[in-house]
């Protein structure tokens, strides 16, 4: 079966997982100048006033009209997002691993076990050891596993979750196009996750100053606060069941389409 280009609709969604949390990051980064600004500009005790940088900014953007504001607005966000994602995405699987590691269950688990794909999910079991010889079979390099769920292999990235991608795009575009649907939504629930914690540690900072300079904190920063802690707490669990749901349903999708094929030969 021919693989098939990448469709229109999922390049879409691509755009808007670099676009959402690029302009929420831009955000971000204009207010934590304004903190810097007045840190270095004001004499302590310091009150923070994080946001008037951040209206001022949108102020700025609103000057040059409606539309070329928007423009501006929409290329710093695409250009911050697309820089971004990558280093994103390693800080959100990061804080991840300590999370997962609370669980009883994987407290004795290796480290790099609890990283993506999550090998030690699936250590000794015979769904992965299927997904192993499929490997095996389509690349001729074998894969193997300890006890502690530590893959080896010579086949380069993340394996077996490596190959078993390409693989279905050359066996199955339709089961991979439906992978790349996930990987989008787990990408997405990703940056916004690490652009929360951002938040939350920039909220906790303002706080921390306050509390040091005896000055009352602003109630916005409070609020600021919380909702940065309520939405890190929330997309933290989201952006693990997502990755695990993208690993389970790629494995799957994979024997699916194998068992297919081989069905296919046959008849």
């Known amino acids: 079966m021919e693989p098939k280009i990448r469709t229109i609709p999922l390049t879409i969604f691509d755009i808007f997982v670099i676009i959402i949390p690029g302009s929420l990051w831009l955000l971000l980064l ?36 409606t539309g070329f504001g ?35 269950a994987n407290r004795k688990a290796y480290f790099k076990s609890l990283e993506f794909p999550f090998p030690h999910r699936f250590t000794g079991g015979n769904f992965i050891s299927s997904i192993f010889e499929i490997v095996e079979h389509a690349t001729g ?17 993340r394996q077996p979750f490596s190959t078993v991608k390409r693989l279905l795009r ?31 540690v920039l909220s906790l900072f303002c706080i921390t100053v306050s509390i040091k300079d005896s000055v009352v904190t602003n109630t916005l920063v409070w609020v600021w606060f919380l909702l940065s802690l309520i939405f890190t707490i929330i997309l933290a669990q989201g952006f693990l069941k997502l990755r695990k749901r993208e690993v389970d349903y790629t494995y799957l999708n994979i024997l699916l389409a194998t068992k297919h094929e081989s069905k296919q030969e046959n008849d």
């Open 170 to 200: 050359l066996t199955s575009p339709e089961l991979w196009e439906d992978g790349e649907r996930m990987e989008i939504e787990a990408r997405m629930t990703g940056t916004l996750f690490s652009a929360f914690v951002f938040s939350f």
């Open 30 to 65: 204009v207010t934590a100048y304004g903190i810097l600004v007045d840190l270095k500009g004001s004499n302590i005790p310091h009150q923070l006033a994080p946001f008037s940088t951040t209206v001022s900014f949108l102020k700025y953007l609103s000057g040059f009209g």
């Open 70 to 104: 928007s423009i501006i607005f929409f290329i710093g966000s695409l250009i911050i997002g697309y820089s971004l994602k990558p280093f994103s995405m390693q800080i959100a699987e990061l804080i991840i691993i300590p999370i997962t590691k609370l669980k009883s």
């Open 141 to 157: 390099y074998n894969i193997t596993e300890d006890a502690t769920g530590k893959i080896k292999s010579d086949l380069p990235g």
